[in-house]
């Protein structure tokens, strides 16, 4: 028994070193691929915080956006019943009423007895006039329509289509008008004409019954 010791001693530790020389690269990987793995969860996740939702991204035409678009967009307040957060909560009458841009118009749908038949409509798009818009009109011209309700409800109409009308729908479009004849549309991105002439200054306006978009230049049907 004494004379095997030696032997097998050496034996045993030349084993479990051999052993140790075949388990430690393994354990060495395993560690560096649980540290590979974190490194690159970590990279990955900081990349999916720093990428916007796609849905909250406007595209660069402008079509995959809810919100508002247009250099006139700027002097809408902020806040209160004039803001866009404010006039999404009226009829649309109502809401151009707390748009001080709009006061010439306002006072147009009040003379020609406008009020509630677009503010109880359903679904619809209105191209809005400036106060500017309606500046380019001779003043005699304009006090003359304002007295006329007849011709005043006959413009006013031809600036309201029975339909929610996206941006996308703009660019190439031909729609009928509540005055029953047709207006024109074209554009992209960000700049749009109606019959060729009016542009679209503040467009995809919300309101709780219609989508405005406001333009520079009155609309004037075929009398």
């Given amino acids: 028994m004494n004379a095997t010791l030696p032997t097998s001693l050496?034996?045993?530790?030349?084993?479990?070193?051999?052993?140790?020389?075949?388990?430690?690269p393994l354990a060495l990987t395993a560690c560096s691929d649980s540290d590979s793995d974190k490194g690159s969860g970590g990279k990955k996740d900081s990349a999916a915080a720093a990428t916007p939702n796609k849905k909250e991204t406007p595209s660069a035409d402008g079509s995959a956006t809810d919100q508002p678009f247009g250099p006139a967009c700027s002097s809408v307040p902020k806040d209160g019943a004039g803001s866009f957060d404010g006039m999404a909560k009226d009829p649309v009458a109502t809401a151009a009423s707390h748009n001080p841009a709009l006061s010439t118009l306002v006072t147009a749908v009040k003379k020609a007895g406008l009020v509630d038949t677009l503010n109880n409509a359903k679904d619809i798009t209105v191209f809005a006039p400036t106060n500017d818009a309606f500046a380019k009109i001779p003043k005699a011209d304009l006090d003359k329509v304002l007295a006329d309700k007849e011709q005043l409800t006959k413009i006013l109409t031809y600036h309201?289509?029975?339909?929610?009308?996206?941006?996308?729908?703009?660019?190439?479009?031909?729609?009928?008008?509540?005055?029953?004849?047709k207006l024109t549309t074209a554009g992209s991105g960000e700049s749009y004409k109606v019959n060729d002439t009016s542009k679209v200054v503040c467009g995809n306006v919300p309101t709780a019954n219609a989508t405005v978009y406001i333009v520079d230049t009155v609309l004037m049907p075929k009398m």
């Fill in 10 to 24: 050496p034996l045993r530790r030349a084993a479990i070193a051999a052993t140790a020389a075949l388990i430690l």
């Fill in 160 to 181: 309201v289509v029975g339909q929610k009308l996206t941006p996308k729908q703009l660019e190439k479009g031909s729609y009928e008008t509540l005055e029953k004849s």
